[in-house]
């Protein structure tokens, strides 16, 4: 069985860094993409960094770009979200999630194609 299990949440202040890690089972980093999204009250959740199983290329969404990080580390079957230079903004629910679809050339950032999906782990960055 395919299963992903996110940690590592919690409450740092803006400005701070934060690694959220996801363990995951069932299948390797060569088989399947991996995204982190994030949700808030009242909006839609939202893909913000992604890796194809492919050739590890990445997408990430502008709202994070140059402050958070995707690594995968397959000896302990772990993904990272390194995020730094952490803003209110980014206080929502994140998830980890992962897909079989790896079209060559992209990378799968769209919520509808993921298909296992780890709990949420909180972020809240005080101001």
């Known amino acids: 069985d395919v299963q992903l299990q996110a940690s590592g949440g919690g409450l740092v202040q803006t400005g701070g860094s934060l690694t959220l890690s996801c363990t995951v089972s069932?299948?390797?980093?060569?088989?399947?993409?991996i995204g982190w999204f994030r949700h808030t009250p009242g909006k839609e959740r939202e893909g913000i960094l992604c890796?194809?199983?492919?050739?590890?290329?990445?997408y990430s969404a502008d709202s994070v770009e140059g402050r958070f990080t995707i690594s995968t580390e397959a000896a302990k079957n772990t993904v990272y979200l390194q995020m730094n230079s952490l803003k209110p903004d980014d206080t929502a629910v994140y998830y980890c999630?992962?897909?079989?679809?790896?079209?060559?050339?992209?990378?799968?950032?769209?919520?509808?194609?993921?298909?296992?999906w780890g709990q949420g782990t909180q972020v809240t960055v005080s101001s």
């Open positions: 999630a992962a897909t079989r679809s790896n079209p060559a050339g992209t990378v799968v950032r769209t919520t509808t194609a993921y298909d296992y």
């Open positions: 069932g299948f390797t980093f060569d088989e399947y993409a």
């Open positions: 890796i194809s199983a492919v050739d590890a290329r990445t």
